[in-house]
């Protein structure tokens, strides 16, 4: 089935890392993303993975994916309070390339 | 480069009217995508169409909603007779290709009262 998941909330220290964690059920995707959504605001493509690839790092984003354990992590290098935001993960099939699976978000606050 | 670009930003219908979303997909795009999102919720796929054609409406209810892309235009997604349980933001992505990143609108949200 189709199916993507991740916890729902991430507190973390400002200046800290902040990782966020997914799973995902279907092991035919092509690209994993991660989008960001601030408050009233549309999804903002933060990066995303090929599903032949294991890590890309964007400045202070890391994406490792485990195919294997159909894990994916998106890992920000120092934490600021702009990062407050909800953090989708998202997946396309192969089967059906037309259509993304989101995950339910994971909200992402800073503390001072 | 403009964005996805979508209108309204904000929608308020009664019960039983009509509601049209409107979505310019980003210049060189010509796939388009419509999502739902209800509240505290990930997006869920509605409707995939390429000029003129839909390709895809597996996610869209059976009735009271629609979907067009025509060859001149915005993408239009239709919702008549709106009941209170459609209030969500509604998502338009746009992609160069099918198997390219989707890049999202800022959303509609609906209100229905």
């Known amino acids: 089935g189709e199916d993507v998941e991740q916890s729902l909330f991430l507190s973390v220290r400002e200046g800290d890392s902040s990782v966020i964690n997914c799973t995902y059920t279907?092991?035919?995707?092509?690209?994993l993303y991660w989008y960001k959504q601030e408050p009233g605001a549309g999804l903002q493509l933060l990066t995303y993975?090929?599903?032949?690839?294991d890590m890309k790092q964007d400045q202070r984003l890391t994406v490792l994916l485990n195919k294997k354990d159909k894990h994916l992590s998106l890992r920000i290098a120092d934490t600021q309070t702009g990062d407050s935001a909800i953090y989708f993960c998202?997946?396309?099939?192969?089967?059906?390339?037309?259509?993304?699976?989101f995950g339910s978000g994971t909200r992402l606050s800073i503390r001072p | 480069n403009a964005g996805v670009m979508q209108n309204p930003r904000h929608l308020v219908r009664r019960r039983g009217q009509e509601a049209r979303l409107r979505c310019s997909p980003m210049?060189?795009?010509?796939?388009v995508y419509w999502y739902r999102q209800l509240p505290e919720e990930g997006l869920k796929f509605m409707v995939y169409?390429?000029?003129?054609?839909?390709?895809?409406e597996s996610g869209m209810p059976k009735e009271r909603f629609s979907a067009e892309f025509p060859k001149e235009g915005p993408s239009i997604l239709r919702i008549q007779q709106v009941v209170r349980g459609d209030s969500a933001a509604y998502f338009c992505?746009?992609?160069?290709?099918?198997?390219?990143?989707?890049?999202f609108g800022d959303g509609t949200r609906l209100s229905i009262l």
């Open positions: 279907d092991s035919s995707s092509t690209y």
């Open positions: 998202a997946e396309s099939l192969r089967s059906s390339a037309s259509k993304i699976i």
């Open positions: 992505a746009s992609s160069p290709d099918s198997d390219q990143p989707q890049h």
């Open positions: 210049k060189g795009h010509s796939h």
């Open positions: 993975i090929f599903s032949n690839m």
């Open positions: 169409l390429q000029k003129e054609n839909i390709i895809d």
